[in-house]
């Protein structure tokens, strides 16, 4: 089940590439990428709370998954009125700022709150070399997303406007600063794979934002753009983790009980 959710968003990718070769229909390219997306993250959203709900109420692994499923969920309600946009607007993207970046920014505080929950739950120290990391890899993630954001922040026409660019400048890096001392706490162990598969994940996922985020300023960008494969594999390599982690845990309760 796990592999089979992988190879799943592979071959719902795939055609995303395949237009680069063939011509076809721009409509059509931008509709199918916007589903794509939209079946991605309800898949990896659903997978998390399903992993949630193998273990026990009071286990802290609960909480994490769940925090995990609802904010990419919630990710999946800016998805779709994404998606709805171009089929009342022939064919058009959404403004850079729309109503459907709420749903996406309420993503970042429960997956950030899942990460520090997950890293307590871990009770293991951060070596000095992985706060090092950690922290280069926020300022460097926070030094591209000012340099990315910083005309649409002077060009903002609204506080609103300026709050949810704000929030755009510090989801990405907070996020990757929350993701990065896992790697050095993540031991080999079988209950440790899931979370690389979930870092993994997450990484695609800030690539994808980068690349949207220069191509929408250069006005470059248009829905089915190979970039928006980053966040297929993304939520895809999130859903089977979930998975994996259920089975992992089904299969030790079930060598105890």
């Not at 022939?90 to 429960?110: A, E, H, K, R, T």
């Not at 090092?132 to 000012?146: G, N, R, T």
């Not at 690349?211 to 300023?217: E, F, K, N, R, V």
């Not at 829905?223 to 993304?234: A, K, R, V």
Request: glycine share 8%.
């Amino acid at each position: 089940m796990t592999w089979a959710i992988l190879f799943f968003v592979i071959l719902l990718s795939a055609p995303l590439l395949l237009v680069t070769m063939i011509s076809v229909d721009e409509n059509i390219v931008v509709i199918y990428s916007n589903i794509a997306q939209v079946i991605s993250v309800i898949l990896a959203g659903i997978s998390g709370l399903v992993a949630a709900g193998a273990f026990p109420s009071n286990h802290a692994m609960r909480k994490v998954w769940r925090l995990i499923g609802i904010g990419l969920l919630l990710w999946a309600i800016g998805a779709i009125l994404y998606a709805s946009y171009p089929l009342l607007h022939d064919g058009q993207d959404p403004p850079v700022i729309w109503y459907s970046d709420f749903g996406y920014l309420l993503m970042y505080p429960f997956v950030i709150l899942a990460f520090i929950l997950f890293r307590q739950y871990l009770q293991a120290r951060t070596p000095v070399w992985g706060i090092v990391v950690a922290a280069s890899i926020f300022w460097l993630a926070l030094v591209i997303a000012v340099w990315l954001n910083l005309a649409r922040l002077g060009e903002s026409d609204s506080v609103l406007t300026y709050l949810v660019s704000l929030c755009y400048v510090l989801g990405d890096p907070l996020l990757l600063g929350s993701v990065a001392p896992l790697t050095s706490a993540l031991g080999k162990s079988v209950d440790a794979r899931p979370w690389w598969f979930v870092l993994v994940g997450f990484v695609m996922f800030y690539i994808a934002n980068v690349l949207y985020t220069y191509l929408a300023l250069q006005e470059r960008y248009t829905s089915g753009n190979p970039i928006d494969i980053g966040w297929i594999l993304g939520f895809g390599f999130i859903a089977m983790a979930a998975m994996m982690t259920r089975a992992i845990h089904k299969n030790d309760s079930a060598l105890i009980g």
